[in-house]
């Protein structure tokens, strides 16, 4: 996965991999019970993993790019969904105010100004995406270095997350959450789409290795926020992400229908399964949210599929029938 990446030189586009897809959808499922679920170790135990599941699953698919407007078309197609959907969830919000009354808070300018973890409720997950481009940005950067001085960035990196994370009451656009990010994504950069295990007994046992090491890590580590940079004890915490991301892509090996399409709308999922707990949460229950949430988020992106405008706008496609 490095070849051309230190000279600079573009690569083809790696293919499409179905198990990335179904990566993907188990992980935004488990980001939607995340922060839904009323179930305190069922949630504790989701949040060690998910958002370094996605930043992992961003370097495997991640091509290297060169000169400034590849970077500013990557910047617009990641932020231009970025504002749509703030606006669309403002809309709805408004919607529910003046339709039924519900009082519900939506933030001010000052907050959409400042963004990152100043953003919560409805607008909980919107530093996640300003936090990936620049994670990217900087991965693009890295991967012309040699790899042991990208080990020694990374390094330092995570020693001043673990350090000083918790000590920071702001995280801007959650861009020094890009400290616990970028290891994962270059980890997933360097492991690549070629990478592969059989289905043998030598795969067995070290998913069996992994499923054993998290549950016996998780009980320990605690609440794990990366929008508030609580990335719990180290190396504990890193272990156990580290093995449940692997059982996470051992799972995807599998062909389950419908987790692939689920994971292709992945970011419309994130953008809005937190609108719909906001406006359904006194009125059922959590599961049914669930379900609700990762359907309608996925009803949306097929929507938005469908038209032009919609694909660039909301999905940031770049071309043609191109959809994120």
């Excluded at 290891?183 to 998913?207: D, E, I, M, Q």
């Excluded at 599929?305 to 043609?320: K, Q």
């Amino acid at each position: 996965m490095t070849d051309g990446a230190a000279t600079g030189e573009s690569r083809p586009s790696p293919p499409r991999a179905a198990w990335v897809d179904r990566a993907k959808g188990y992980g935004i499922i488990l980001v939607v019970i995340g922060h839904v679920s009323i179930v305190d170790r069922l949630v504790l135990d989701i949040l060690i993993f998910h958002m370094p599941l996605f930043f992992f699953l961003s370097g495997v698919t991640f091509k290297p790019f060169a000169g400034r407007e590849r970077a500013l078309a990557k910047a617009r197609s990641m932020l231009l969904p970025y504002v749509a959907f703030g606006l669309f969830v403002t809309a709805c919000l408004l919607a529910a105010n003046l339709a039924f009354g519900m009082g519900l808070v939506i933030p001010g300018p000052l907050h959409f100004l400042l963004g990152g973890n100043l953003l919560v409720g409805a607008f909980g997950t919107f530093w996640f995406p300003t936090a990936l481009l620049a994670t990217l940005l900087l991965l693009n950067l890295l991967v012309r270095t040699p790899v042991r001085w990208q080990a020694v960035a990374l390094a330092a990196m995570v020693g001043g997350a673990f350090l000083f994370g918790d000590a920071v009451a702001y995280n801007p656009y959650g861009l020094l959450t890009v400290a616990m990010a970028l290891p994962f994504a270059a980890a997933g950069y360097h492991v690549g789409l070629h990478r592969s295990l059989g289905a043998n007994w030598k795969t067995a046992l070290l998913l069996m290795l992994a499923l054993a090491a998290f549950f016996l890590l998780a009980p320990d580590i605690g609440r794990v926020e990366y929008k508030y940079m609580r990335y719990g004890p180290f190396p504990a915490s890193i272990a156990a992400a580290a093995a449940a991301i692997f059982v996470t892509c051992c799972v995807s090996a599998l062909r389950v229908p419908g987790v692939a399409a689920i994971g292709r709308a992945s970011l419309t999922i994130m953008y809005t399964h937190l609108l719909l707990f906001t406006l359904l949460q006194s009125v059922t229950s959590w599961p049914v949210i669930v379900v609700i949430a990762v359907l309608a988020g996925f009803a949306l992106h097929r929507l938005f599929e469908r038209f032009a405008p919609t694909r660039r706008i909301f999905l940031g496609a770049r071309s043609e029938g191109a959809a994120r």
